[in-house]
C-alpha cells in the first residue's frame, strides 16, 4: 500500500504533463531536423541521377561515332580507301550513315590530294570529289538517288566556283586530326554550324599513314540536334531544368523551354551563348558556381526562392569538353515535406490535448474503481488476456486483409501497364490476318512479352522470355520493350545489331559486371525481320529458336549448320533455326549475335516461342514430366493444315489437358505468322 501511494505521488497528472511534453518537444525537433536532411539528400540524389543519365545517353550518341572511325581506320591501314572508287566509297559509308541518325556527313581526304565528300539530302545523296587541286576545275559536285536494290542514278552533275577555296587544310577537324597523338581515339572539334547544311554539329575525325608517308584523314559530321531533343523533354522535376554547354559556353542540348519546342528554334538557339537564352536563372547559377570556386551541386537564391543546381564536366575526349548542368527549384522538393511538417505540428498539440484527457480519466477510474480492483484482480485479468489475444488476432487477420488487398490492386495496375506496352494488334491485321498470339502469363504480369514493329517495309517480331516471372519478369520485360522501341526507332533494323544493342544497355542499366555471387538478369529471346518486299527473313537468337514449316515439295536443300530439319510425315518439313547459347545480358566469353538469313515463301508458317509450353510439367505421372521439345514439334506439325486462329484454340486446349491439375511451370508464349 504505501509503494502504491508512493508511486500514485510521482505519477499524478502535474508530473505526467512535465515529463511528457518536453519528450514530445525532442520528438518533434527530431522529426523536423530528419525531414530537413531529407530534402538535402534528394536534391543531391535527385541531380547526381540526372547527371549519369545524362553521360549514358551522350554515351550512346558519340560511341557508334567512335567506332564507325576506329573500325574505318583499320581498313584504312590496309590500303581500302587509297584508290577506292566513288562508287566503292559510297557503298561502304551510306550504310553506317543510315545506321547512325547522328552522322550527316563523312569525308576523306589524303596528302595526294584526293578528296571525297558523302552527304545525305531528303532522298538523294550528294557528292564532292577532287582529284587534283591542281586543276581549275578540280571539284565536282554529284547527286544521286538510289533505290532498295541499292541501284544509282546520277540525277545532277556540276562545279561550284567556291569549292576552289574549299580546301581541307583550313579546316579544324583536319588540324585537330593531325595534332592528334591518340591512336585508339579521333580527335573531336569544338561544336560549330556545318558550312553545307548550316546545321550546328561536331566533327570527330581519324588519321593513319599509308606506305608511312601518305596522310589520310577521315571526318565524320555529327549533328546535335538530337542532344536537345533529348534534353527539351527530360522530366527532372516539376519545373527543373536540363542544359548541356560547350567549354566557351555555348549551348549543345536546350532546356525543357516552350521557347524550344519547334525544329526551327532548337537550331536558332544552338551553339548560341547561354547569357542570350533570357534565362536568368542560369545566369544567376553559373555566376553563384563561380563564386563558392566551381562545386559539383550547390543551392542558391534567385529572386528569394532556393534552387539547387548541378554542373558537371563530361569529356568527349581529353582536350574536349561538355558542361552538364542541372537546375531544381527546392520548392519542387518541398511541397511534400512543408504538409508534412504542418501535420507534425497539428498531431504534436492534438497528442497534448489527448495525454490531458486520458491523465484526467485515468485518475477518475483510479477512484471509482479503488475498491473493487482488488476483488475482481483475477477475473479481470483473465479478461484482459482473452480479449488482447483476441484483438491481436483480429487485428493481424484485418492487416492480413489489407495487405493482400493492396498488393492484388497494385499488380493489378501493374498488369495494365504491361498490357498498354505490348505493340498493338493492328499492325499485324493491317499486313495480313493469318497470325495468332498465345500469351499466358504464370501470375498476373509476366516475364515473357512479344514486340513487333513495322519499320521501311519491314516486319521486326521478337518473342522474349525475361529472368524470372511475376513482378521481378514484369520489370525486366518493361525495360526490353522500351529499349526494343527506343532501338529501331534509331533505324537499327537488323537482328544481330538489334540483340547487341539490348545486351548494351541491360549491362549499364543493371549495372551488370560478372561479380561472382551476384546475379546476371537478362533475356532468352527470338528476333526476326522480314522484308516485305523481297521475302528475306533474317533471325538472331539468344538461347531461343524460330521453327518455320513447309510444304516438303517446296523444299530445297538449305547449306546452313544452325538449321535443321525435322519431320514426322511426308507432307511438311519443319525447320528449326539454332540460336547463340547466350542471353541478352552478361555472360562469360560473350561475342557478338550471329544472324540467319532464309528465304520465305508464301504458305509459310513461322512459329516465335518461348520455353513454358516446353518445360510444363504434367502428364499421366503424379509429379508430372515436362512437355519437351520433340513434342512441341510434332503438335505443329499435326495442326499446320488448320487456319492459325483454329491452331492457337487447339495448343491451348493441348496445354490445358497437358498440365491437368499441377501448377503452371513458368510463362507461355507463342506467336504464329503464316506469309
Known amino acids: 500500500m504505501r509503494n502504491n501511494k508512493f508511486l500514485s505521488k510521482i505519477f499524478n497528472k502535474k508530473n505526467l504533463v512535465l515529463i511528457t511534453v518536453p519528450i514530445l518537444l525532442l520528438f518533434l525537433f527530431k522529426i523536423y531536423n530528419d525531414v530537413y536532411k531529407t530534402t ?343 479478461r484482459d488476456e482473452i480479449i488482447q489475444q483476441r484483438d491481436v488476432l483480429h487485428n493481424q487477420k484485418l492487416r492480413i486483409e489489407s495487405i493482400h488487398k493492396e498488393l492484388t490492386q497494385s499488380i493489378d495496375y501493374s498488369s495494365n501497364i504491361q498490357g498498354s506496352m505490348m505493340p498493338d494488334f493492328k499492325v499485324f491485321e493491317e499486313i495480313s490476318k493469318n497470325f495468332f498470339v498465345f500469351y499466358r502469363p504464370k501470375d498476373k504480369i509476366s516475364g515473357d512479352f512479344y514486340w513487333w514493329k513495322l519499320k521501311n517495309n519491314k516486319l521486326i517480331v521478337t518473342a522474349a522470355d525475361c529472368t524470372g516471372h511475376g513482378v521481378p519478369g514484369a520489370l525486366l520485360s518493361m525495360i526490353g520493350i522500351s529499349t526494343l522501341e527506343s532501338i529501331v526507332e534509331r533505324l537499327i533494323l537488323e537482328p544481330a545489331e538489334i540483340l547487341n544493342f539490348l545486351r548494351k544497355y541491360f549491362i549499364k542499366y543493371l549495372n551488370q559486371k560478372g561479380d561472382i555471387g551476384k546475379h546476371r538478369d537478362g533475356i532468352d529471346m527470338s528476333l526476326v525481320n522480314i522484308d516485305l518486299t523481297t521475302g528475306e527473313l533474317v533471325f538472331a537468337g539468344a538461347n531461343n529458336p524460330i521453327y518455320i514449316i513447309r510444304d516438303s515439295s517446296l523444299v530445297k536443300e538449305v547449306d546452313n549448320e544452325k538449321i535443321k530439319i525435322y519431320s514426322n510425315n511426308n507432307s511438311y518439313l519443319l525447320y528449326e533455326f539454332k540460336p547463340d547459347k547466350m542471353p541478352v545480358s552478361f555472360c562469360d566469353n560473350f561475342k557478338n549475335f550471329s544472324e540467319i538469313k532464309f528465304e520465305v515463301r508464301k504458305g509459310d508458317i513461322i512459329y516465335l516461342f518461348s520455353d513454358g509450353f516446353i518445360d510444363q510439367f504434367g502428364g499421366e505421372t503424379k509429379d508430372g514430366k515436362k512437355f519437351l521439345s520433340k513434342n512441341f514439334k510434332d503438335l505443329l506439325l499435326s495442326i499446320v493444315d488448320k487456319s492459325l486462329k483454329d491452331q492457337e484454340i487447339i495448343i491451348k486446349n493441348r496445354f490445358l489437358e497437358w498440365k491437368g491439375n499441377l501448377e503452371q511451370t513458368d510463362d507461355v508464349l507463342i506467336i504464329g505468322i503464316k506469309i
Open 40 to 382: 538535402n539528400y534528394l536534391a543531391s540524389s535527385l541531380i547526381k541521377r540526372t547527371i549519369k543519365r545524362t553521360k549514358v545517353e551522350l554515351d550512346f550518341y558519340l560511341s557508334p561515332v567512335v567506332n564507325n572511325a576506329l573500325v574505318c581506320r583499320e581498313r584504312g591501314y590496309n590500303g581500302v580507301y587509297s584508290n577506292i572508287s566513288l562508287e566503292d566509297f559510297n557503298k561502304q559509308f551510306i550504310p553506317i550513315i543510315n545506321n547512325s541518325p547522328l552522322i550527316s556527313s563523312i569525308i576523306y581526304t589524303n596528302s595526294n590530294g584526293k578528296e571525297i565528300m558523302l552527304l545525305k539530302e531528303d532522298s538523294t545523296w550528294q557528292n564532292r570529289v577532287v582529284i587534283n587541286r591542281l586543276d581549275t576545275n578540280y571539284a565536282k559536285r554529284y547527286r544521286w538517288k538510289y533505290d532498295y536494290n541499292n541501284k544509282r542514278e546520277l540525277i545532277k552533275e556540276w562545279i561550284l566556283p567556291e569549292d576552289k577555296n574549299n580546301t581541307p587544310l583550313e579546316k579544324d577537324w583536319l588540324k585537330e586530326a593531325i595534332s592528334n597523338k591518340k591512336k585508339h581515339i579521333p580527335a573531336w572539334t569544338n561544336p560549330y554550324k556545318f558550312a553545307t547544311t548550316k546545321e550546328p554539329g561536331i566533327t570527330a575525325s581519324i588519321k593513319w599513314y599509308t606506305n608511312d608517308t601518305v596522310l589520310n584523314v577521315l571526318a565524320f559530321d555529327v549533328l546535335l540536334k538530337q542532344i536537345s531533343d533529348f534534353t527539351t523533354n527530360i522530366e527532372i522535376a516539376k519545373h527543373g531544368e536540363l542544359l548541356i554547354t560547350s567549354i566557351d559556353g555555348k549551348t549543345v542540348g536546350l532546356p525543357n523551354n516552350d521557347k524550344f519546342k519547334k525544329n526551327e528554334d532548337i537550331l536558332s538557339h544552338t551553339l548560341v551563348r547561354v547569357d542570350s537564352l533570357n534565362m536568368p536563372v542560369i545566369i544567376s547559377a553559373k555566376q553563384e558556381w563561380k563564386k563558392l570556386h566551381k562545386p559539383n551541386i550547390f543551392k542558391f537564391k534567385y529572386e528569394g526562392e532556393r534552387w539547387w543546381c548541378g554542373i558537371d564536366k563530361y569529356l568527349i575526349n581529353q582536350e574536349k569538353i561538355f558542361y552538364i548542368i542541372i537546375l531544381v527549384p527546392e520548392s519542387d522538393f518541398l511541397l511534400e515535406f512543408n504538409n508534412t511538417k504542418k501535420f507534425i505540428f497539428i498531431s504534436f498539440f492534438i497528442a497534448i490535448f489527448l495525454i490531458i484527457i486520458v491523465i484526467r480519466a485515468f485518475h477518475l477510474q483510479q477512484k471509482l474503481n479503488n475498491d473493487l480492483k482488488n476483488k475482481t484482480n483475477r477475473i479481470v485479468e483473465q
